[in-house]
């Protein structure tokens, strides 16, 4: 069960800027830990596209960025393309009572419309 | 280039057994934990567990302990992931990936390998 909530789903039209959130509590992302995100293609394995928060690794257009704050973290996409249309998924550290653990967000759905 | 590739699908029947493998090359595969992740049929992603290669200590979630056995051999750079008795609710997709960062509690999962499909079907 994902402790990571985010909306199901998000649209934008080509070009426009659309941003995914990412909420969790204060186990997770409120205790401090870092949030990364994950853009899957359809068919596809899971990719990295924002670590330690904000940062994009190589490759990664500029178009993506990321920020975090209290509880919470975001995603944000601008100049949305149809090639961004794609599942992405947050995921950080937990530190709950049932033990130590890697959790992602429950994913949501871009659609380029 | 720092790769993982994973060994191809599998088609097993309930209360069988199953080891699947991720083979890392490209880096110093003793030296960064590997990690599993399962994506269910049109579901997210559920993080189930990690190896350190270099000692083989393993880290469990609590949703898994005692469901799956990690290990891994770093003479051949491989990780693993295995069922002693398969159930339907085991169908799946399972992806292995490399973590990144400083300390545990910063890691972020890549690269991912491509993924092993695994059905449990009488």
């Known amino acids: 069960q994902s402790v990571l909530t985010q909306p199901p789903s998000v649209s934008g039209a080509p070009g426009q800027r659309v941003t995914i959130s990412c909420t969790g509590s204060?186990?997770?992302?409120?205790?401090?830990?870092?949030v990364h995100w994950y853009q899957q293609l359809p068919g596809t394995a899971p990719k990295l596209l924002i670590y330690g928060n904000s940062n994009r690794p190589s490759g990664v257009p500029d178009r993506f960025s990321g920020s975090k704050s209290g509880t919470s973290a975001s995603l944000a996409i601008t100049g949305l393309q149809a090639e961004d249309e794609a599942d992405y998924y947050c995921q950080s550290y937990d530190s709950s009572l049932s033990g130590p653990s890697y959790v992602f967000g429950t994913g949501t759905k871009v659609t380029v419309l | 280039e720092v790769q993982l590739v994973q060994s191809g699908a599998e088609v097993k029947k309930p209360g069988e057994s199953l080891k699947i493998s991720c083979k890392g090359s490209g880096y110093s595969f003793t030296s960064y934990w590997i990690g599993w992740v399962r994506q269910m049929p049109g579901k997210g992603l559920e993080w189930m567990g990690i190896i350190y290669p270099g000692d083989s200590d393993t880290r469990y979630s609590p949703s898994f302990q005692g469901q799956v056995t990690i290990s891994a051999d770093k003479s051949i750079s491989t990780a693993y992931l295995q069922w002693s008795s398969l159930k339907a609710s085991d169908t799946a997709m399972y992806y292995c990936?490399?973590?990144?960062?400083?300390?545990?509690?910063?890691?972020?999962?890549?690269?991912w390998g491509q993924g092993t499909l695994v059905t449990v079907s009488s």
């Open positions: 204060s186990s997770n992302i409120g205790a401090g830990y870092d």
């Open positions: 990936a490399r973590l990144g960062g400083m300390t545990t509690v910063t890691n972020w999962f890549d690269p």
